[in-house]
Every structure is written in C-alpha cells, then in structure tokens.
C-alpha cells in the first residue's frame, strides 16, 4: 500500500522559513516524480513545484519561484519542499503527490498524480 506522509508545517511570520518533508513507502521511489500543491481555503488545489525521478530537473510555480526549493533524496524515500520569504498569501494545505515517471517527465495538473499525501497545515500570520 503507497503512502506519502507530509510533516513539517506549522505556523510562522511573514519573513520566516519551513521545511516540509514527505516520507513515501510502498512504492519504488525512483520510479516516481514528486510535486508539492497547495490548497488555501476556498480555493482550488494549485501546483507548487515538482522534482523527476533523479532530481536534476525542477519546475516551480511562478508564485513561489526564488522563495521555495523542492529536493528530494532517494535513499531516504523523501521530498523535500523548503520554503524561504514565507508570505501571508503562502498560508495553505500543503500536499505532496507522486506521478509514475513512465506517464512522462512531469505535470502541473492535480489530475495527473497518482498518490497523495493527507496534507499538513502552513499557516502565515503577523
């Protein structure tokens, strides 16, 4: 059974750092690509960013561009997702989400990700 377990948010100022982490298991790690979304309330989930399989191809949403870094380490089975200038507008559900890599080398699209995490809470306030 896959699972993708986020940890990592919390509440923070505006200015202030996180490190989200996503530990994935019953999946071959490499086999897959991994992609942070965000979902703030009343609003539809966007992507934040997405690392392939090997980890030498990145792709950031233009929001969070220059502020946020996606990694991942695959002898550990975990993405990282850290987040940098944290802004008010940064406050959301983040999810990790796993793509086979045979579908192609990566997607924005929520539809197109096969796994998902449960979710875990950023909360920017002043």
């Known amino acids: 059974q896959v699972q993708l377990v986020e940890s990592g948010g919390g509440l923070v100022q505006p200015g202030d750092s996180l490190r989200l982490s996503c530990a994935a298991s019953?999946?071959?790690?490499?086999?897959?690509?991994m992609a942070w979304f965000r979902q703030a309330p009343g609003k539809e989930r966007e992507f934040a960013a997405v690392?392939?399989?090997?980890?030498?191809?990145?792709y950031y949403a233009d929001s969070v561009k220059g502020r946020f870094t996606i990694s991942r380490d695959n002898a550990k089975n975990t993405v990282y997702l850290q987040m940098n200038s944290l802004k008010l507008e940064d406050t959301a559900i983040y999810y990790c989400?796993?793509?086979?890599?045979?579908?192609?080398?990566?997607?924005?699209?929520?539809?197109?990700?096969?796994?998902w995490g449960q979710g875990t809470q950023v909360t920017v306030s002043s």
């Open positions: 989400a796993a793509r086979w890599a045979y579908r192609g080398t990566y997607s924005i699209g929520p539809n197109e990700y096969d796994y």
């Open positions: 019953g999946l071959t790690f490499t086999s897959v690509a």
């Open positions: 690392i392939t399989w090997s980890g030498r191809t990145t």
